[in-house]
């Protein structure tokens, strides 16, 4: 049974990094792609990027170029997702998803990781 | 980028059906992904590919997905269906290809 665990919440003071990790039990991480979704309260669901661990590569949305990094250890089947320069509005509810019935559909969620960025 | 639009709410009455649109340009030349969000948990794949569903997911959660619109089709609903509800699409010439909707509240009355 393919699972998503991801590491707890967060506090944090705006212009601070935030490191969320989501390790995937089940199958081999490297296999398939992870991506991020962010959920602002009260808001709908927003992409945030891509990686596949077997390789490395990463595809970021434009509006975090520059503020997102994704990462793996392979040798934990972990994928990492770190945002720097934190503000208000990056108070959310982080999640890590991937496919499974398909190559577009996210068919496994973590739990999600809640972020709260005060002073 | 891509846009997809949805209603912020419906509401439906016990064993009515929910019909819960997705709009966007030329939205049926894609596919479309539905989720399922209960408060305080992770979405839930209930509909994929326009019209497929996810192995557990109940005869009752439906999909199509024509010209400009898609449609999440929820028969004889319970009161376990209220939830949020996002469509979403892949837009392979897009620099931001995964696209959401805004998120649809359906209260069951």
């Known amino acids: 049974q393919e699972q998503l665990e991801q590491s707890g919440a967060e506090v944090k003071k705006p212009g601070a990094s935030v490191k969320i990790s989501c390790k995937a039990s089940g199958n081999t991480v490297t296999d398939y792609y992870v991506h991020w979704v962010r959920q602002a309260p009260g808001q709908g669901l927003e992409w945030m990027g891509v990686t596949f661990p077997g390789s490395g590569t990463t595809t970021y949305a434009p509006k975090f170029q520059g503020r997102v990094t994704m990462t793996t250890d392979t040798s934990t089947s972990t994928v990492y997702m770190e945002l720097s320069s934190l503000r208000s509005e990056d108070a959310a509810i982080y999640y890590c998803?991937?496919?499974?019935?398909?190559?577009?559909?996210?068919?496994?969620w973590g739990q999600g990781t809640l972020v709260s960025v005060s002073s | 980028s891509y846009v997809l639009t949805q209603p912020p709410a419906v509401s439906v009455a016990p064993g009515q059906t929910a019909r819960i649109t997705c709009g966007g340009d030329?939205?049926?030349?894609?596919?479309v992904h539905w989720y399922q969000q209960k408060p305080g948990q992770a979405p839930v794949l209930v509909v994929y590919?326009?019209?497929v569903r996810p192995s557990g997911i109940p005869e009752r959660f439906s999909g199509s997905n024509s010209g400009n619109t898609a449609t999440l089709t929820i028969s004889r609903v319970e009161a376990g269906d209220e939830a949020d509800y996002h469509c979403q699409v892949w837009d392979s010439v897009s620099d931001h290809p995964w696209v959401f909707g805004g998120g649809t509240k359906l209260t069951v009355l």
């Open positions: 030329h939205i049926g030349s894609s596919s």
């Open positions: 590919d326009d019209s």
């Open positions: 998803a991937r496919p499974g019935v398909g190559p577009t559909a996210f068919a496994y």
